[in-house]
């Protein structure tokens, strides 16, 4: 499918035209260039890794929340070691992939 790209936010409209106004800035179709193909198929690739990590995201803060319920019981040592590490992996991989997607943003790969 083409892509469209407002000139003046920057919005990624699909579809065979441009919108008749931007959706976000409401620039008319005019401000719209078409986004070669080359491009355009990155920006589906991004917009795929961008939705895998959002996926891991709740994925992640369900492992947090499952592994604290897990720490409330205390049953014996080793479980509560590693509940603790479950959590304290949750907590860093979670924040690794919002720096990660913070760095898609800032690069524009976030179509
Ligand atoms: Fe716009």
């Not at 005019?30 to 589906?44: G, H, M, R, V």
């Not at 479950?86 to 992939?97: G, K, P």
């Not at 997607?101 to 524009?108: A, D, E, P």
Request: contains cysteine; proline residues 6%; glycine residues 6%.
């Amino acid at each position: 499918m083409k892509k469209w790209r407002c000139g003046v936010c920057r919005y990624v409209h699909d579809g065979d035209h441009p919108p008749a106004a931007c959706p976000k800035c409401n620039a008319p179709a005019e401000k719209f260039t078409e986004i070669p193909a080359e491009e355009s198929a990155l920006i589906e690739r991004a917009r795929r890794t961008n939705h895998y990590h959002v996926e891991l995201l709740a994925l992640l803060e369900e492992v947090k929340t499952i592994a604290e319920l897990g720490l409330e019981d205390k049953l014996d040592p080793p479980c509560v070691s590693l509940f603790q590490k479950a959590i304290q992996s949750a907590v860093e991989l979670r924040q690794a992939i919002k720096a990660e997607l913070l760095g898609h943003m800032q690069k524009g790969k976030w179509g």
